[in-house]
Structure formats: C-alpha cells, structure tokens
C-alpha cells in the first residue's frame, strides 16, 4: 500500500454539447496526468448536462463516445477515472413515458472498464422529480468499488450522500476513500447540506470523502475533501476548477484505529425486499 493516493478533482460545467463535454474532459486528464494522479474524479452528469432535467435525450451506452474517451485517456495517461453520464435502457414510467439510468463509470490505469454504478435514490425532492425522467438503479446491485494504487476506493452520487446506508454499503465492501460526484441543486440551505453531510459521511464511516460537485448554471459546485476525521482539508467555490489533493491513507489508518466505531456497529445495512 502507498502511504497516499492523489486524486484529481474536476469541478466542471457540463452543458447540452457532448463534444464540448468530452473536450472539457481530455483537458482534466491533462491536468491530472501532469499532477502525477493516480484517479480523476468528474461530476455527475460529466457527459451531459441540463439544469432543467437530463433523460433520455442525453443518453449514450457503454460502448458511446463518452465512455470511448474516458477508457482512451485513462489508458494513454495511466490515470484511473470515475465520472457521471447517463446510460440508455430504463424502464418506462408509469405514464409510458422513456427513461434513463443516471450512472457512475469507473475505468482503471489501463483504459479497462472497471464498474458501473446506476443511481439508487432518484432526487424526487426540493421541487425536483428526476424518476420523470430516469429509472432508478437495482439497490440490491454490488456496490461499486475499485482499487487505485492499492487503496480501496468506493463511489455513490449526488442525492445518495443524503442515505448513509449508501455509504455504510461501499465501507462493508471495504472502501477507504468515498467519492461522491454530484450535480447538486441550489438552493436555500443546499450549500449547507452538501458540506455537513459530507463531513457527517467521513465521520461515521472514518473514511475520506471526496465530494465533487458541478459548476455552473443551477448548481452549487463546492467540492471538498473530508479526512476522516471530518476535517475538511480542501474547498472550492462555485466556479470551475481543477485541483489535487493526496490522501494519506496511513493517517486514515491510525484514525480508525484510535476511533474504531466501525467495529462497534450493531446493526447490518441490507437493501428492502419492495426496493423501495
């Protein structure tokens, strides 16, 4: 195990132009590449984004040319990467009408396809109805977990941050470092949400949170890097910005030794049987 693994942050503003997109994309592996990263972590909705709603019109399969970029850059670069798009193929709501997947894609060093994690809990929440438009993924699925220069590294998205059995999940499955990409709502206290949740995440479960949020239009960007012992050591604002941070996973080792709450547990997380 290295005594810390470097990730790269990509606060970016995704639009509707998915080649614009997969341009903003090339140019965080750049970064990330030139920093020494050994992971690139993009927003939620990296591939396409509207802030009045992203469904079917956005959508591209696995085999498209988002994904396409991601596996070609991770493999030129060395650089793992786990980033937000939208997948084609779910089921129809309940008026008939068609729906996506909101998903999570992770691609290792060698442009290998190394997970997919489809969005659990749809945001039907502040006003918002995402399951209008996209299909929720199965609960029951593995969670989506990777390692990346020998560190456990697990992955949930935007609204998820708000369940902690989400994260309790990728913990059980031995995640050291959670990421969180996100395109999450503004609004009133939203900001606020976003940053105490995430420092609630990385206390409870003595992990690293990495929350990175999308910029832009509708959107609160302010991704931050928990410690695990939920002190934030890094902090964007909300415009556009790429940054690297190491996380040491030696100190991350001796906080759960000195906190070791995760062994005190007395209660299981299983997905419920309705999937509701």
């Keep these: 195990m290295r005594p810390a693994v470097r990730i790269t942050l990509a606060q970016v503003a995704a639009s509707d132009d998915a080649a614009a997109n997969r341009a903003v994309v090339a140019d965080a592996?750049?970064?990330?590449?030139?920093?020494?990263?050994?992971?690139?972590?993009?927003?939620?909705?990296?591939?396409a984004f509207d802030p009045r709603g992203v469904g079917p019109r956005h959508a591209e399969p696995l085999d498209g040319p988002f994904v396409a970029l991601l596996r070609e850059r991770a493999a030129a670069t060395g650089v793992a990467v786990v980033a937000g798009t939208t997948l084609p193929g779910g089921a129809p709501a309940e008026d008939g009408a068609q729906r996506a997947v909101n998903a999570?894609?992770?691609?290792?060093?060698?442009g290998a396809l190394a997970g997919v994690y489809r969005k659990v809990h749809l945001y039907d929440a502040f006003g918002q109805h995402e399951s209008d438009r996209l299909a929720p993924g199965d609960p029951a699925a593995p969670p989506l977990v990777l390692d990346v220069a020998g560190v456990r590294v697990g992955a949930v998205t935007c609204y998820d941050l708000r369940f902690p059995e989400s994260t309790r999940r990728l913990v059980d499955a031995g995640a050291q470092v959670l990421l969180v990409p996100a395109a999450w709502a503004a609004g009133p206290l939203k900001a606020m949400h976003w940053r105490t949740l995430a420092v609630a995440r990385a206390i409870e479960s003595?992990?690293?949170?990495?929350?990175v949020g999308m910029a832009g239009r509708g959107v609160t960007g302010r991704s931050l890097v928990v410690g695990p012992d939920g002190v934030v050591g890094l902090e964007l604002d909300e415009a556009p910005a790429v940054r690297t941070v190491d996380v040491d996973v030696e100190a991350l080792l001796a906080v759960r030794e000195a906190n070791p709450s995760l062994a005190h547990r007395r209660y299981r997380v299983v997905p419920r049987d309705d999937g509701a």
């Design 29 to 47: 592996f750049r970064t990330a590449a030139n920093a020494h990263a050994d992971l690139l972590v993009l927003p939620e909705y990296a591939s």
């Design 104 to 110: 999570l894609v992770a691609v290792d060093g060698t």
């Design 206 to 211: 003595t992990s690293a949170v990495v929350a």
